[in-house]
């Protein structure tokens, strides 16, 4: 059962637009909202956060927004950049409950 | 200097044998996880140790054993393995609870059963 969901396999952006990945989750208990990027054959790495109080956590280049009552959240990347191409996978907490999306990869052109 | 490192990065083994894979990390963390990636990739927790206690344990089979000698240690030892064990195993580490705490991940092992 797939709690937490991004629904598009793949996207492509032209570099300095704005790359915009989505998801979508099920439970609305979850507290605590994450992002981690991953090149191939590396393990992925923590990108950014926010917390179900919140609903908008910037960092550089990248922010998260959260919509509680629509159970989404996105990551936005601006500009967007050659080397922002990688899979990016959300993820959500709850206690000892966590789960990551399925990803995205991201390719950047440019 | 590796802050999570797996070891091995291949292993290639038959089905029906047991093989194990090592994790270590460097960051004084207290919580250790064991990560399954599968052919579609999707990235699933199977356990979670904490301060060498076992706080995670997803419907993994019983085949899949973790061990923690110590909190810089979580180690993977897998039974009898099956064709569908082949995937790309990960450790991650974090300093307190998954969820608040952002996790550091290891390298992946990728295991191939024939």
Not at chain 1, 10 to 21: D, H, K, M, N, T
Not at chain 1, 84 to 89: G, T
Not at chain 2, 20 to 43: P, R, V
Not at chain 2, 84 to 112: I, K
Request: proline share 5%.
């Amino acid at each position: 059962d797939q709690q937490v969901k991004q629904n598009s396999p793949s996207l492509s952006v032209q570099e300095g637009r704005i790359s915009i990945l989505n998801c979508d989750y099920t439970n609305s208990m979850f507290d605590y909202f994450l992002w981690y990027k991953k090149y191939p054959a590396e393990g992925p790495t923590f990108l950014i956060s926010i917390s179900s109080i919140k609903d908008k956590n910037e960092d550089g280049r990248f922010t998260v927004f959260l919509n509680k009552s629509a159970k989404h959240l996105s990551l936005h990347i601006v500009p967007s950049q050659p080397g922002d191409s990688a899979v990016y996978f959300c993820a959500a907490s709850k206690g000892n409950q966590f789960y990551f999306g399925t990803g995205t990869s991201l390719t950047v052109i440019p | 200097d590796t802050a999570v490192s797996q070891t091995p990065k291949y292993l290639v083994t038959q089905m029906g044998n047991d093989k194990s894979i090592k994790c270590e990390q460097n960051l004084g963390h207290d919580t250790m996880y064991w990560y399954k990636q599968d052919s579609k990739k999707f990235l699933k927790i199977m356990f979670s140790y904490n301060n060498k206690e076992l706080i995670i344990n997803e419907t993994v089979p019983n085949r899949f054993s973790p061990k923690s000698p110590d909190k810089a240690h979580l180690n993977l030892h897998i039974n009898s393995l099956e064709l569908g064990d082949s995937a790309v195993y990960f450790c991650a580490s974090s300093q307190g609870r998954a969820g608040f705490h952002e996790q550091y991940f290891g390298p992946g092992t990728r295991l191939t059963v024939t």
